[in-house]
């Protein structure tokens, strides 16, 4: 199986350069998030951005570069870009892989590359994890999923999603979680050729008001797979 690993880093998409090129241990987290989109096997690497010291950096670091426009909104934008400079195939799996977020592990993005080969049927398969802890749950920068009993997607948000109305008076600490909640993985896999049809639809109303572009290809009628990972992956 064939994919690419595709890292957008650029300012309007709140995929801010300045964290990217930011240093923890004397490796930049841009560093980190290129070391795990190449351990994962991918058969090629590419950092999308708009930055020129993004640019600078990535190639210091042996990846691919496309340099795209400062006009886009989105990461998903910036891909969808590169994807066309890069002439891929339309059924081409690319993985988006967030340049500020270097938490996520490698084997996790070849995951998602072989869910999406496995499941025809979707526009797009992402990642999530159990959520354990009431104050993760409650926090607005973390993100939710609501999952069916097949790991599909059923919405997005930054609220506490299933909500807990039979906690609703008091939302205690100490109160166990009953094993439903999810935190979504911000990473991504879909055909090249989905990306034309993404960026050509209208953001949904729902995706302006909470900021999460996955939810406009529910809107529009896509499915999502989510993979579900027990490993704790630390919020960035």
């Known amino acids: 199986m064939e994919f690419r690993v595709i890292i957008p880093v650029a300012e309007k998409a709140h995929l801010i350069p ?3 090129l930011a240093s923890e241990g004397g490796k930049t987290w841009l560093a980190r ?10 058969d090629n690497v590419v950092v999308a951005t708009d ?21 886009h909104i989105s990461g998903t934008e910036h891909i969808a ?11 081409d799996i690319v993985v ?10 490698a084997h996790v993005l070849r995951e998602l590359a072989e869910d999406l080969e496995r499941h025809d049927n979707v526009k797009m398969v992402s990642a999530c994890q159990p959520i354990h802890d009431r104050p993760e749950l409650m926090s607005p920068q973390v993100v939710k999923v609501a999952l069916n009993r097949r790991h599909y997607a059923l919405y997005f948000s930054r609220a506490p999603i299933p909500f807990e109305s039979t906690n609703v008076a008091t939302h205690d600490d100490a109160h166990e979680l009953n094993g439903i909640h999810f935190r979504h993985l911000g990473v991504y896999a879909y055909r090249a050729g989905f990306l034309a049809d993404f960026v050509a639809w209208d953001p949904s109303p729902d995706e302006e008001l909470e900021l999460l572009e996955p939810l406009r290809v529910l809107w ?3 499915r999502i797979h989510m993979r ?3 490993e704790a992956v630390p919020h960035p």
């Open 18 to 20: 300045q964290v990217a």
């Open 33 to 42: 998030v290129c070391h795990e989109a190449t351990q994962s096997g991918a």
């Open 51 to 71: 930055d020129a010291a993004v640019a600078e950096l990535a190639e210091t670091l042996g990846v691919s570069v496309c340099h795209t426009s400062k006009d």
């Open 81 to 91: 870009e590169a994807v066309s400079i890069l002439e891929l195939a339309e059924d």
């Open 96 to 105: 988006a892989f967030p340049g500020d977020d270097p938490l996520v592990p």
């Open 220 to 222: 529009h009628g896509g």
């Open 228 to 230: 579900v990972t027990e």
